[in-house]
């Protein structure tokens, strides 16, 4: 997880005042996330239990007097600028600025007027990692229009909008979880996040005093058909609803898998169905436990979580299993890959003094086979999207 170096803040600020000459007239910061659980459960009505990284994502900006969008990001070094057209319909915009005009045009297009605006972009959120880089691109931009325009929204309108502009400007079938998750989150707490209705629940996760960490593991592993492959697992949960005669999988209890298993007759479906159920129920298990103050015993819950991704779902990759069983045996409480899968982190749950020993321990299975060195990170539960001045 390397990247610019020097505080982002400072990054966005100077971008800002190099591009344009001028002192920005704000900043915004959102996170990136990760899934404590609940993974390919948000588009399936799901529960989610994401928590916000202490990595952000940082927009400078001004208003414009015209109706354009000039757009300076340290990533590529290169601006953009997109006009009025370039927003009237998706996709216009491509490359990494379809992210900023997705989230004008769907400002646009939910009837807001949106003013023209100089943006400048630092991140320290690694990109292509499942961290979310993405939302919180969405996230950080859409707090500075809406900031820019003088407009009041609903936090729990944020992130529809967000996401619109990702499923329709961008073209991913993402779910609501990870722009929910960087616009509302909060400071030491996970988001239980019911995907149908979007409420929410701020459930304390306060790592440090119960003594433990959670250890971001970047697999390094390249993603590979990642997009394709997400969209073929939503497909396939989607038909299996239609299959059962229920709105969405989150229809089907634990109870009724088997019965329901049982009507279904391809055993790839089958597999698919039993993921998202049993991972809403250990959701539901991995919040009564954090309800009950109980943290060190969600660890057979987050590794069950993976196996079922890997044995059911199958979206892992073998750096990803190789991540997961090091942490195991070096004495992670649990481990499992976050994210959408074929790549990106894995999550561990360890007694923070044994937390080098499990990093070490990940190292070195990478190196007896030859994968790329992975990342190691500690992480507490950060706060969701804010204005910053
Ligand atoms: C990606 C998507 C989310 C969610 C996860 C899997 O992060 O953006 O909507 O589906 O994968 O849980």
């Known amino acids: 997880m390397t990247g610019p170096t020097g505080d982002v803040v400072e990054r966005a600020t100077v971008g800002f005042t190099d591009q344009y000459d001028a002192p920005a007239a704000g900043l915004w910061a959102a996170p990136g996330r990760v899934n404590l659980i609940g993974e390919h459960t948000d588009y399936n009505d799901g529960f989610v239990l994401p928590f916000a990284l202490p990595m952000r994502t940082v927009v400078a900006a ?5 109706e354009r969008w000039t757009v300076w990001s340290e990533l590529s070094g290169e601006t953009i600028d997109f006009d009025a057209d370039d927003v009237a319909e998706p996709g216009r915009v491509t490359g990494w600025g379809a992210y900023v005009a997705g989230v004008v045009w769907a400002l646009r297009d939910a009837g807001h007027a949106v003013p023209g605006a100089r943006l400048a972009i630092a991140s320290d959120v690694p990109l292509g ?4 880089s993405s939302a919180a691109l969405e996230s950080a931009v859409l707090a500075a229009l809406l900031d820019l325009a003088g407009l009041e929204l609903p936090a729990e309108r944020l992130p529809r909008l967000a996401q619109r502009a990702e ?3 961008v073209g991913a079938p993402t779910g609501i979880m990870d ?3 960087v616009i509302r989150c909060r400071v ?10 979007e409420s929410v629940e701020h459930i304390p996760f306060d790592l440090d005093a119960a003594g433990l960490t959670v250890l971001v593991i970047d697999s390094r592993a390249p993603h590979r058909h990642a997009d394709g492959e997400y969209a073929a697992r939503r497909r396939s949960c989607e038909a299996a609803a239609e299959a059962l005669g229920v709105p969405a999988l989150r229809d089907v209890t634990v109870d009724q898998l088997d019965a329901a298993l ?20 250990r959701v539901l298990d991995t919040v009564a436990l954090l309800r009950a103050g109980r943290v060190r015993d969600i660890g057979p819950l987050l590794t069950a979580s993976h196996v079922s991704m890997r044995d059911d ?31 990106g982190c894995v999550l561990a749950l360890v007694e923070s003094d044994r937390a080098d020993a499990v990093s070490d321990a990940v190292r070195a299975a990478y190196a007896e086979r030859n994968y790329t060195a992975p990342t190691t990170v500690p992480v507490l539960p950060a706060p969701g999207a804010t204005r910053l001045r």
């Open 262 to 281: 049982a009507r279904l007759d391809d055993t790839e479906t089958r597999r698919r169905v039993r993921h998202v159920v049993t991972e809403d129920q």
């Open 129 to 132: 990692s499942g961290l979310s």
């Open 179 to 181: 722009q929910s998750a």
């Open 62 to 66: 001004d208003r414009r007097d015209d």
């Open 188 to 197: 030491g707490h996970a988001l239980f996040l019911d995907c149908r209705d």
């Open 313 to 343: 779902f199958e979206i892992t990759v073998p750096e990803i299993d190789t991540a997961v069983e090091a942490a195991l045996s070096a004495g992670a409480l649990g481990a499992r890959m976050t994210g959408g899968g074929f790549g």
């Open 167 to 169: 499923n329709v400007y």
